[in-house]
């Protein structure tokens, strides 16, 4: 099982690089369609570059124009709750 996560870890941490790039481009909509996709990868990934991206999603969901996919996003990024502590 540690190749799967292995994977789905690395597989997340590229949507989220992924995703930041056409948010600063301007294209929000794609953005949020990648980094929905790097959310629902990182579920159960327990990784410190996984814990850092959804805190920097977190932190630049505000620059973000309000939408019903921003809102949903700006939603689920704050609800991961990361687990305990190193």
Partial sequence: MIHGLDRQRNRAIVFADLGYLPLERGNTETALVTLSEFLNCAVGVRSVRIHDARTDIAARMPSVPDSPAAGLLR????????????
């Fill in 75 to 86: 939603n689920r990024a704050r609800r991961s709750t990361p687990w305990a502590a190193y």
